[in-house]
């Protein structure tokens, strides 16, 4: 029921920035947690960052003090700000709504190369 809708993805030089967006429709935005998730080439997809519909956020380690999950409810929006990127985040990355109306985003790519 949920769609969503990811944008902001792109090559980007190593150290530096992107910010993604998720918009998404069809639900209840505010109620859902939101996540991103990343899919790397020969890799499974995993768990990057997740916020809760009260704004507690979590992130894998990997990315912990350069990435930022937020939403912004009145957009139907989650972003995922990510600074001081690194090659190893070149990744096709997913937005997801977890629950309590779940769906996945088609996805975005994230290019970090010199």
């Known amino acids: 029921q949920v769609q969503l809708v990811e944008s902001g993805g792109g090559l980007v030089q190593p150290g530096g920035s992107l910010r993604l967006a998720c918009v998404a429709s069809?639900?209840?935005?505010?109620?859902?947690?939101m996540a991103w998730y990343r899919q790397a080439p020969g890799k499974q997809r995993e768990f990057v960052a997740r916020?809760?519909?009260?704004?507690?956020?979590n992130y894998v380690d990997s990315v912990k003090g350069r990435f930022t999950i937020s939403r912004d409810n009145v957009k139907n929006t989650a972003y995922l700000q990510m600074n001081n990127l690194k090659p190893e985040d070149t990744a096709v990355y997913y937005c997801?709504?977890?629950?309590?109306?779940?769906?996945w985003g088609q996805g975005t790519q994230v290019t970090v190369s010199s």
């Open positions: 997801r709504s977890v629950g309590p109306n779940p769906g």
């Open positions: 916020i809760t519909s009260e704004g507690s956020a």
């Open positions: 069809r639900s209840m935005f505010s109620i859902n947690t």
